[in-house]
């Protein structure tokens, strides 16, 4: 079992930044690659953004890519997505997953346990 619990959601202006976190604990955190994906009223949950186990391979959506970076610290049993120039259309309820794999993935169907998630809103 993995038990997962994001933190660091919020309200914050167009071009703002924000760093979200996911605490892992149950099985040993290194031994699995983990993933972020959001969920705006009325749409399917989406990829976001992935890590491998080892954190030395990054996946993410194009819609992000350049502004999300994913990471993870294996010590601190965490992983981290920092959001740079938000806009308005990365509100959403955001996520974090983990797969019992070492390789990361953009499709949620291939991640076991899920978090509670945390509400990202962007105002323009």
């Known amino acids: 079992q993995v038990q997962l619990v994001e933190s660091g959601g919020g309200l914050v202006q167009a071009g703002g930044s924000l760093r979200l976190s996911c605490a892992a604990s149950g099985r040993t955190f290194s031994s699995y690659a983990m993933g972020w994906f959001r969920q705006a009223p009325g749409k399917e949950r989406e990829f976001v953004a992935a890590i491998s186990w080892s954190g030395g391979n990054t996946y993410y959506a194009d819609s992000v890519k350049g502004r999300f970076t994913i990471s993870r610290d294996n010590a601190k049993n965490t992983m981290y997505l920092q959001m740079n120039s938000l806009r308005p259309g990365d509100t959403a309820v955001y996520y974090c997953?983990?797969?019992?794999?070492?390789?990361?993935?953009?499709?949620?169907?291939?991640?076991?346990?899920w978090g509670q998630g945390t509400q990202v809103t962007v105002s323009s």
């Open positions: 997953a983990a797969r019992l794999s070492p390789a990361g993935s953009t499709r949620k169907d291939d991640y076991n346990y």
